[in-house]
């Protein structure tokens, strides 16, 4: 629906968009993602993950981070668990 009213030019990009609040920083998100994704297939692609995860995370405090460490053992738990059940 939002694309109904957005004039063009108004397209969100990485390099024009500015999150704010929370539902801005996950379509930031998103928008991360489009942009990686294509490159998925590139046997480089977990050296640019690593890289991306290493560099962003740097500067945040010891509990950020472990809350992040968190949330991707969570999604090795489900890949696991989906390839153990096929």
């Known amino acids: 629906m939002a694309e109904l009213f957005s004039?063009?030019?108004d397209d969100k990009t990485l390099d024009?968009?500015?999150?704010k609040f929370e539902s801005d920083f996950l379509e930031y998100a998103e928008l991360?993602?489009?942009k990686l994704?294509?490159?998925?297939k590139s046997y480089h692609?977990?050296?640019l993950?690593?890289?991306v995860?290493?560099?962003s995370l740097t500067s945040l405090k010891a509990a950020n981070v472990k809350d992040i460490a968190s949330s991707i053992t969570t999604i090795l738990a489900r890949s696991i668990k989906y390839f153990f059940f096929l």
Do not use: T
């Not at 024009?16 to 999150?19: D, G, R, V």
């Not at 994704?37 to 998925?40: G, R, T």
């Open 53 to 55: 995860m290493r560099l």
């Open 16 to 19: 024009n968009f500015i999150p």
């Open 32 to 34: 991360i993602s489009h």
């Open 37 to 40: 994704c294509p490159y998925e």
């Open 45 to 47: 692609y977990i050296v």
């Open 7 to 9: 004039k063009k030019g």
């Open 49 to 51: 993950l690593k890289a």
